[in-house]
């Protein structure tokens, strides 16, 4: 069963636009989410992350929403470029659970395609 | 340059054979992970180590084995492969096992049982 889900696994956009890429969840523990990068052929990097004490964290060209009520979570990337072409994968963790707190559970990714 | 180094980039296996995927950090991370990546499930936790001398099952441990003897180096053994393991591995580590902090992932191997 997956306790993180990514619906969409692509998405494609043009450039200057808007990305929206979203997540649900499951586990009502989590706590910390993050997202993940991915480029062919290289390890997924860390690009951002919220807590469950905040709805909303910004860096950049890059905002991470969070719902607790509805058990998601959104990455909002404001103007996108072709740079940002890559998978993304949300990722979530029970920091709270014994034993469990670096553990990071990962959806399926969603490949996005910035378009010049 | 500190980072995760894994090895071999690539393997073709022979279904049936043993093979040793390797993962060394000079990060000096407490904690390190085995993922395996598949097309529509995303990446999915094998093993994990929150230390030296100490390891754990993921979600999908069947079939793998782990050791931790030192904080460096975290390999994954294979003892008898099957077409099912056909995959895209990744070794992370991370500062702490407490925390979930961003993980540093290394390349990846990408096995292929035939």
């Known amino acids: 069963d997956q306790q993180v889900k990514q619906n969409s696994p692509s998405l494609s956009v043009q450039e200057g636009r808007i990305s929206i890429l979203n997540c649900d969840y499951t586990?009502?523990?989590?706590?910390?989410f993050l997202w993940y990068k991915k480029y062919p052929a290289e390890g997924p990097t860390f690009l951002i992350s919220?807590?469950?004490?905040?709805d909303k964290n910004e860096d950049g060209r890059f905002t991470v929403f969070l719902n607790k009520s509805a058990k998601h979570l959104s990455l909002h990337i404001v103007p996108s470029q072709p740079g940002d072409s890559a998978v993304y994968f949300c990722?979530?963790?029970?920091?709270?659970?014994?034993?469990?707190?670096?553990?990071?559970?990962f959806g399926q990714g969603t490949e996005l395609s910035v378009k010049p | 340059i500190a980072g995760i180094t894994q090895a071999p980039t690539s393997q073709i296996l022979a279904a049936g054979r043993r093979m040793t995927l390797r993962c060394t950090q000079d990060?000096?991370?407490?904690?390190m992970y085995w993922y395996r990546q598949d097309l529509g499930l995303g990446l999915r936790l094998i093993h994990y180590?929150?230390?030296?001398?100490?390891?754990g099952k993921g979600e999908v441990p069947d079939g793998y084995s782990v050791s931790r003897a030192n904080t460096d180096d975290f390999p994954l053994t294979l003892a008898s492969a099957v077409p099912s393991q056909t995959s895209v591995y990744f070794c992370?580590?991370?500062?702490?096992?407490?925390?979930?902090?961003?993980?540093?992932f290394g390349s990846g191997t990408r096995l292929t049982v035939v």
């Open positions: 919220i807590s469950s004490i905040k």
């Open positions: 992370a580590s991370s500062d702490s096992a407490a925390d979930p902090y961003g993980y540093t």
């Open positions: 990722a979530a963790s029970a920091s709270t659970v014994y034993n469990q707190g670096g553990k990071l559970i």
């Open positions: 586990n009502s523990m989590f706590d910390y």
């Open positions: 180590s929150n230390t030296a001398g100490t390891t």
């Open positions: 990060m000096r991370h407490n904690a």
